[in-house]
């Protein structure tokens, strides 16, 4: 049975997310003209588009909304943001950038909090302004049955009866001032713009078009630092991590996570850093386009990256990769709450995030332009003592032990040979022309002629102590 309402429940309360601009303020108007019973909440996320959220509400009392409620989202969301840190939980790069999921954490947030809220006013009926096309309608529309599992949805972009009478832009103004009813923004931007506390996000309209970049945004978290008549004077920082979760910011400790996050903003902001143009998949596969800022999230992220790659092994980190991409598309579709992202949440904050402590000092100038000046911590996987290129007491191991190691790997050298043999012989590779293309230059394997790999594997003479052990070995059972 669907969830989804077809047409305008007349007569029925139903909950927007009401954000104040055009979009929303139309469709709480015009469903109040129609005989609905429009109830607005608006989600404080920190968003940085939107320096008087606290007005929000009342706007949207002045366009017909029965109720109006402003729900305090922040605390949450940077616990998510936090939880995404941990986790590395970032998919999407686009020409060596990260793009650092701000708006799938926003989305699990708000609509999860705001449809919790209109459950206590017995709201039963969700709308918001998001389209058919996008990525949002499926987000909310999953976080709000995972909520409400007897929630009903009313988008107004998927009814006809609205999109006949309000289309666009410029018919959703006519209507509103033909109705009497305030037009906050009459200049059409060149591009759309959604911001929460971790980032801001740019698309649509003139973005669309890859010829018009990211010198072409003003960003509203940070600097043009590309601009070179914006001064941006080089800043050191240094930032501290305590099991996982960054505690402290040049040594000051904050009174709430949302603090640290707004200082983190402010100081990645005011070089530029975090800013990237990334090309994605959106959930229905179509490829889309975005610019973001997230300039605290980048800071923190530079920092916490660099303190796994001291603390955990190699397979430890590339597991955190594996697995925090995975859960990074998990967000973007919309399962942030779903069973398979909470295993990976679970596991990836529990093993990887729980040993990371420590400080890591930078030195930002412009944009992604920074130096690592020193990494401490009381329990890195790196000894330079241990390992040191110049003499050292008590090493770790030393020449016979490397010898040894080196000729346990005689074994699949061997095999390696045998294969490069094998593919030879039928002309893959080799000095020859191979019959097929293939990723290794044939010049640099040169001539492969048969027997290499048995002799790569067959013990060298005056051995005769080491195969009398080997013997006793196998005589004895041992493996």
Not at 62 to 80: F, H, N
Not at 425 to 447: F, H, M, N, R, Y
Request: glycine letters at 10%.
């Amino acid at each position: 049975m669907s969830k989804v309402l077809a047409s305008l429940p007349v007569g029925e309360r139903v909950g927007i997310a009401f954000s104040g601009g055009l979009d929303t303020s139309v469709a709480v108007a015009w469903m109040r003209d129609k005989g609905a019973i429009p109830c607005t909440y608006t989600a404080d996320l920190g968003q940085y588009d939107e320096p008087d959220i606290a007005s929000v509400p009342g706007r949207a009392a002045d366009y017909g909304a029965e109720i109006s409620r402003l729900v305090d989202c922040k605390a949450a969301l940077v616990e998510e943001g936090l939880a995404a840190l941990t986790c590395g939980a970032f998919h999407i790069r686009s020409a060596g950038r990260v793009y650092f999921n701000t708006t799938p954490l926003g989305r699990a947030v708000t609509g999860t909090l705001l449809v919790r809220a209109m459950m206590a006013d017995d709201v039963q009926i969700w709308g918001d302004g998001s389209t058919y096309k996008g990525n949002d309608i499926e987000r909310f529309y999953r976080y709000g049955l995972l909520t409400n599992p007897n929630l009903r949805i009313y988008k107004p972009w998927l009814d006809p009866a609205f999109v006949s009478e309000l289309g666009g832009r410029k018919e959703m103004s006519e209507w509103l001032l033909a109705h009497g009813l305030p037009y906050r923004d009459p200049t059409e931007k060149a591009y759309s713009t959604d911001a929460n506390i971790w980032g801001a996000t740019h698309e649509a309209k003139t973005l669309e078009h890859l010829d018009n970049g990211i010198e072409t945004v003003d960003p509203i978290m940070g600097v043009r630092f590309w601009d070179p008549e914006v001064e941006i004077p080089t800043e050191d920082v240094t930032i501290g991590f305590a099991q996982g979760r960054p505690v402290t910011i040049n040594g000051k400790e904050f009174a709430t996570p949302v603090d640290l996050v707004l200082e983190a903003n402010a100081i990645g902001g005011r070089h530029g850093l975090g800013m990237s143009d990334q090309i994605e998949n959106r959930i229905i596969e179509a490829k889309s386009r975005g610019i973001y800022e997230a300039p605290g999230m980048a800071l923190l992220h530079i920092a916490y990256e660099r303190l796994v790659n001291a603390i955990h092994n190699e397979d430890t980190i590339a597991t955190y990769h594996a697995e925090g991409r995975r859960l990074g598309r998990l967000m973007y579709e919309g399962r942030w709450l779903d069973p398979q992202a909470l295993m990976l949440r679970e596991s990836l904050q529990r093993w990887v995030g729980s040993a990371v402590t420590g400080e890591v000092t930078l030195r930002l100038r412009r944009g992604e332009d920074y130096s690592i000046l020193d990494t401490t911590g009381p329990a890195f996987s790196y000894h330079p003592d241990k390992l040191s290129m110049e003499r050292t007491e008590d090493s770790a191991f030393g020449p016979v032990d490397r010898i040894g190691q080196l000729t346990m790997r005689n074994l699949d050298i061997a095999d390696s040979r045998a294969k490069l043999e094998q593919y030879a012989g039928i002309g893959l590779i080799g000095s020859g022309q191979a019959q097929l293309v293939t990723g290794a230059d044939p010049a640099l394997i040169g001539e492969i002629s048969p027997g290499g790999a048995e002799a790569i594997a067959s013990r060298a003479e005056g051995e005769e102590d080491s195969a009398a052990l080997d013997r006793a070995a196998m005589e004895s059972g041992t493996d």
